[in-house]
């Protein structure tokens, strides 16, 4: 019995820091470590973005594409030139991309934003095959 007031003194310590922390627990006190937290900011809705895609070269001249779509899905085509398509979508953000192969001896791709170009570019040769992507945010 001579140590038996030494248990008394770790469970009286231990119930008044589980006292104490049940306190802080239930306090008003903004702590995130407790399960406080602000409430998330509000998103409006993305605003919608038009994303076109152009290839130009000789009028009539085949050309043989590819291009992501609005889900990120590639479309593979074969058209004649001057090509050009338009997608509108509401993601927050989207990657773009077109590549271009012709038999002409010059191809250019051009992507716009919004009506703004993003990415220009131009291949002379021939079987000229060119390039463009954009990330969009």
């Known amino acids: 019995m001579k140590s038996a007031w030494i248990y008394g003194v770790v469970f009286l310590v231990l119930g008044l820091t589980a006292i104490f922390i049940a306190r802080l627990r239930l ?18 809705r993305p605003i919608e973005k038009v994303v076109d895609y152009e290839i130009d070269g000789p009028s009539g001249t ?20 001057p090509w050009r398509t338009s997608l509108r979508t509401h993601r927050l953000t989207l990657s773009t991309g077109v590549v271009a192969q012709s038999d002409a001896d010059q191809v250019s791709c051009r992507i716009l934003i919004d009506g703004k170009p993003r990415d220009a570019q131009v291949a002379n040769g021939r079987f000229a095959a060119v390039n463009c992507s954009v990330p969009v945010s």
């Not at 306090?27 to 900011?41: N, R, T, V």
């Not at 992501?68 to 030139?81: H, M, P, Y």
Request: hydrophobic share 35%; glycine share 8%; charged share 20%.
């Open 27 to 44: 306090s008003e006190i903004p702590d995130l470590a407790i399960g406080h937290s602000s409430a998330p900011p509000v998103l409006g």
């Open 62 to 81: 085949p050309v043989r594409l590819s291009y992501l779509d609005e889900q990120g899905n590639v479309k593979d085509i074969s058209a004649d030139l």
